[in-house]
């Protein structure tokens, strides 16, 4: 199992972060499949702190989506 090493970052990379993942993510799955907890861990956060950015799951999603449409 991948261990993540937790680093701060400012508000906007860690935004930033979270949407590359997701983003990447994304090429291999459906928008469905990706999942809160997996995103968190894969960039060393809790899940709580993800909602701190996106306020709900399908916000985020709308990130991701419209992030690989740019």
Not at 14 to 30: C, H, S, V, Y
Not at 36 to 54: C, D, N, P, W
Request: with cysteine; glycine share 8%.
């Amino acid at each position: 199992m991948d261990v993540v090493k937790r680093i701060r970052l400012s508000p906007l990379e860690r935004r930033d972060q979270l949407i590359e993942l997701g983003a990447k993510m994304l090429a291999g799955r459906g928008l469905e499949q990706i999942s809160v907890e997996e995103i968190a861990k894969k960039a060393g956060i809790s899940r709580g702190l993800l909602f701190h950015y996106f306020a709900s799951k399908r916000i985020y999603h709308l990130a991701i989506v419209q992030h690989a449409c740019d």
